[in-house]
């Protein structure tokens, strides 16, 4: 019914949607638990949803796990992406840091060039400075000033950091890839990035009371482990393969307008009429990205 094409488009649409939640719920509870700690949870949780739906789906084959060392590649850079993530939303405000978040095509554009030789269109170069500058209008909270003296806040900058591992890792995935089905592939990533986290942040995993944790967290971790991580690793895996990296990434230029709608829905707040122009910039770049044929791979 549906091309490879489009069902990697559509698994990128389910992606953007999912990963605008953990902005608004992150921003929540990144102050209760340690980032690295709160990861690894994270990562456990995912991995063992992930194994069972990959046992019961394609299942498990030796072959799978021949040259396992590219699951730990691919671990240690989605790991290291969401500790720097929740380290930023320590003091970055949910909008602010899922605009941070639209930079990653520039950046994934740019490692897709160097790790699978894909060049960019002139209209998809077009489509993602549009996004770059709807992003940048955000992060600058709409101040020319704080523009042109790059006063970016320390959060936002922790997560620009965490955002580069994440453009890497897209083009990772298809350059790395033998075939296996996503949900293999995305088993083995999630196994390798919490032993990778519980080796770093086993000290403060020891000393964390766990009963005395509030329930906003509990609620906070099951929709980042099921939805945010779980599901949204799988849409990735899926589409990466399927789509090219910057195409791939473009969808992230919806995130802002998605936050925009979790926050309105908790808070009943919206940002200011200068921000939503910013994020009204986001979307064009994903429409325009849309109908783009694809850059030459």
């Known amino acids: 019914m549906f091309s490879p094409a489009a069902l990697g ?4 649409l389910a992606f953007s949607l999912l990963i605008a939640g953990s ?3 992150g921003v929540r509870i990144a102050n209760l638990m340690d980032p690295t700690a709160l990861t690894a949870i994270r990562f456990l949780i995912s991995g063992m949803i992930v194994g069972i739906c990959a046992a019961f789906g394609p299942g498990f084959r030796r072959e799978h796990f021949r040259g396992a060392w590219r699951y730990g590649v691919l671990g240690v850079l989605f790991a290291t992406y969401f500790v720097l993530m929740f380290e930023g939303l320590k003091t970055a405000p949910a909008v602010s840091a899922s605009a941070v978040f639209t930079l990653t095509p520039i950046l994934s554009g740019v490692a897709g060039y160097f790790i699978l030789r894909q060049v960019m269109t002139g209209r998809m170069a077009l489509a993602l400075a549009v996004g770059a500058c709807g992003a940048l209008w955000v992060i600058f909270r709409a101040d020319p000033v704080a523009l042109l003296q790059v ?4 959060g936002e900058a922790i997560y620009l950091v965490g955002c580069g591992f994440h453009a890497v890792y897209t083009p990772m995935i298809a350059r790395l890839s033998r075939g296996e089905p996503a949900m293999v592939v995305t088993f083995g990533m999630t196994v390798s990035g919490f032993l990778y986290l519980a080796a770093l942040s ?3 995993l020891l000393r964390i009371d766990w009963t005395a944790l509030p329930w906003v967290f509990w609620a906070g971790l099951v929709y980042l482990a099921v939805f945010s991580s779980s ?3 799988f849409f990735l895996s899926y589409a990466s393969v399927r789509l090219p990296s910057a195409k791939v990434m473009a969808y992230t230029y919806l995130t802002p307008s998605w936050v925009t709608a979790w926050e309105f829905a908790l808070t009943g707040d919206l940002p200011p009429p200068l921000i939503l122009a910013g994020i009204g910039a986001t979307v064009i770049a994903v ?4 109908r783009e044929p694809g850059p030459v791979t």
Do not use: Q
């Open 151 to 154: 006063d970016i806040g320390y």
């Open 287 to 290: 429409l325009l990205l849309v």
């Open 231 to 233: 599901m949204s690793f």
């Open 202 to 204: 086993l000290p403060e």
């Open 9 to 12: 488009h559509l698994s990128m």
């Open 23 to 25: 902005f608004s719920i």
